[in-house]
């Protein structure tokens, strides 16, 4: 969940500051899915009477100048995407929670 509600945010932060609508539309589009994930979990977290974790958006501003090339935000939001992947593994074999395992997201979505 917070590898998700991360991501989200980041993609929000570096949509927000790039001049590349390429790169804009790339980051928005890896915001879809973490989304989904995180409605997916919180409605499993909420039937079961469990705490459902924040997410960042607060903490992005809504400043507009672009600290970072697109190159080093393409770089570190890849790398995002690639972590998310493993983290699903790691906690897929790592789960005893057989009902939780079955809700993990599969990535058939290209980005």
């Known amino acids: ?6 991501g989200t945010s980041l993609a929000t932060a570096f949509s927000q500051v790039t001049d590349s609508n ?9 915001k879809d899915i973490p989304l989904k994930n995180i409605n997916v979990f919180n409605d499993y977290l909420r039937n079961n009477s469990h705490p459902i974790p924040l997410s960042f958006d607060y903490e992005v501003t809504n400043s507009t100048e672009f600290p970072f090339s697109d190159k080093l935000m393409m770089f570190h939001f890849g790398l995002r995407l690639n972590s998310g992947i493993g983290n699903y593994g790691a906690a897929i074999s790592a789960s005893r929670k057989s009902d939780l395992v079955l809700i993990y997201p599969t990535y058939q979505q290209k980005y």
């Open 22 to 30: 390429k790169v804009r539309n790339y980051v928005l589009r890896g």
């Open 1 to 6: 969940m917070q590898t998700n509600h991360l």
